[in-house]
């Protein structure tokens, strides 16, 4: 199956130019033919092509269907992005074709990266969407300094942070997480979160955990994570 993605297309019922290329362009769709679209909102619209321009290709929705996350509760990754870009790139694809809700880059006191440019991360977020048949978006934040991070985060459920420091106590991830519950995990540097940054975390509630007996990278660890969620998530369905 081959999904379109316009954000817009209940109110608009018109492909957006680069999806209208690849619809008549490339795929050689015409007037009559049944495509699918989604909006990144969790729907999926069954849709018939009424004009196929490479442009603005119009349609007429024949059947709408919700396609709300299985994972059930929002789950968010905050993380310090990593010094070469194209591994965030990997860790956003990967993060999107597993499933997840939010992504917040941080800046924090050791991070490798102080600036980073969402828009080629959102568009290899919807790519991800699209090719993994999933109907919702993830949201893709502008960098965030981690204290201001750790303020406006104060009433999710439940939040871990993932950190490195042996000495300090920390418990499974997969022990602590309860499913059904909206959640926030913290993935810090390569150079791990400072002292200063994981005493401020513990001091707003946030739960220190580890992620297993290897050291993992940021991108390898924010995706481990992730799956963990969705492992307990399934095992919990199954029961």
Known sequence: MIQFYAPDIAESCVLPEGESQHCVKVLRHKEGDTVEVIDGKGHRFKCRITEAHPKHTRVEIIERQNLPPFWGAPIAIAVAPTKHLDRMEWMVEKLTETGFDRLTPILCRWSERKE???????????????????ATLPQIDEMTPFKRFISETKDVAQRFIAHCEADKPRRLLADEYRPGAETIILIGPEGDFSPEEIGLALEAGFIPVSLGEARLRTETAALNACQTCHVINMITKSE
């Open 116 to 134: 980073i440019k969402t828009e080629r991360l959102e568009k290899i977020a919807v790519s991800a969407m699209k090719q993994s048949l999933k």
